[in-house]
């Protein structure tokens, strides 16, 4: 069994290709419930990106994991 970040599993999901050749069907793929956001919800807006690359300048953090 392996296991996944959203981040990393979203462009799988979604990629129109994989589905297109049944990629995506041949995975099992488990929500445990609740869920408590959807995949699309933990991705952060242009203004949230920006906000928190701006934050992590003024910390002096070079890269945000």
């Known amino acids: 069994m392996g296991f996944t970040q959203p981040h990393a599993a ?9 589905n297109a050749k049944g990629f995506t069907s041949r995975i099992l793929w488990y929500f445990p419930q609740p869920v408590f ?9 242009k203004e949230e990106h920006d906000l928190a690359q701006e934050l992590k300048e003024k910390l ?4 945000i994991v």
């Open 60 to 63: 002096g953090i070079n890269k």
């Open 10 to 18: 979203l462009p799988v999901i979604q990629d129109t290709s994989n």
């Open 37 to 45: 956001a959807k995949f699309e919800d933990t991705i952060l807006a």
